[in-house]
């Protein structure tokens, strides 16, 4: 059974850019939250969406902004980059929303850099 | 606001000493706890999680204690290994309608042979 995937890899864009990242969920899993992973730092969360629909909110700008596919594929989406949104972008996924009695998984991450 | 406190932020111990990482959260309310171990240029891993209902969990050498009263629980390892060298976070979870983990700022534990 395949895990948590994300694209790309590694992103290199200048200020100013837009970026789109992708995450597909495992098989079965209808939950996907995104991540911001500063170095040196723990994950902070930015989204997370369940079968389709916005759940939750962290505290980033409207800069930020995501969504879901019917196939529970999701993608998140960041305009006007700066310098500061250099970091690593992890989905997680889980099979309901109610992370008290299931697993987050997470992907293993998008690479950002903003030059 | 939510908050996780994490402590200590670096931990060296010598292999098959016990290692011991507490964590402290800010909201009540939370109900789910998991711990996240990240090797470098990894993804998080769960290596063990407890929920509010009980007060300790175990799996192998790694054990999970959790105080609700006090708000306050703590990761266990014991007979450490060289592999278990990493980044470790903890994380609550549970307020509201959403399931966003708060994370705490992480323990880089260094094992020493």
């Known amino acids: 059974d395949a895990g948590v995937t994300q694209s790309p890899t590694h992103l290199i864009k200048t200020r100013g850019q837009h970026v789109t990242l992708r995450c597909s969920p495992i098989?079965?899993?209808?939950?996907v939250s995104w991540y911001q992973q500063v170095l040196g730092q723990g994950p902070q969360f930015i989204f997370q969406y369940y079968e389709k629909e916005e759940r939750g909110r962290g505290n980033f700008p409207d800069r930020f902004s995501a969504r879901q596919f019917p196939n529970y594929s999701s993608e998140l989406n960041v305009n006007a980059l700066l310098l500061g949104d250099s970091a690593l972008y992890l989905c997680?996924?889980?099979?309901?929303?109610?992370?008290?009695?299931?697993?987050?998984?997470f992907g293993p991450g998008t690479r950002l850099t903003v030059l | 606001g939510e908050n996780v406190e994490q402590h200590p932020s670096t931990l060296s111990v010598q292999e098959g000493d016990s290692a011991v990482i507490k964590c402290t959260y800010s909201d009540s309310a939370s109900n789910y706890f998991p711990w996240y171990k990240q090797e470098l240029g990894k993804r998080p891993q769960l290596i063990i999680d407890i929920r509010s209902n009980v007060g300790e969990k175990k799996d192998q050498r790694i054990a999970v204690t959790l105080n609700k009263t006090a708000k306050h629980f703590s990761l266990h390892i014991t007979e450490t290994q060289p592999e278990d060298s990493a980044v470790y976070f903890c994380?609550?979870?549970?307020?509201?309608?959403?399931?966003?983990?708060?994370f705490g700022t992480g323990t880089r534990l260094q094992v020493f042979p």
């Open positions: 997680a996924t889980q099979t309901t929303g109610t992370s008290a009695y299931n697993e987050q998984f």
């Open positions: 994380a609550a979870s549970g307020v509201g309608n959403t399931d966003k983990l708060i």
């Open positions: 098989s079965g899993h209808k939950s």
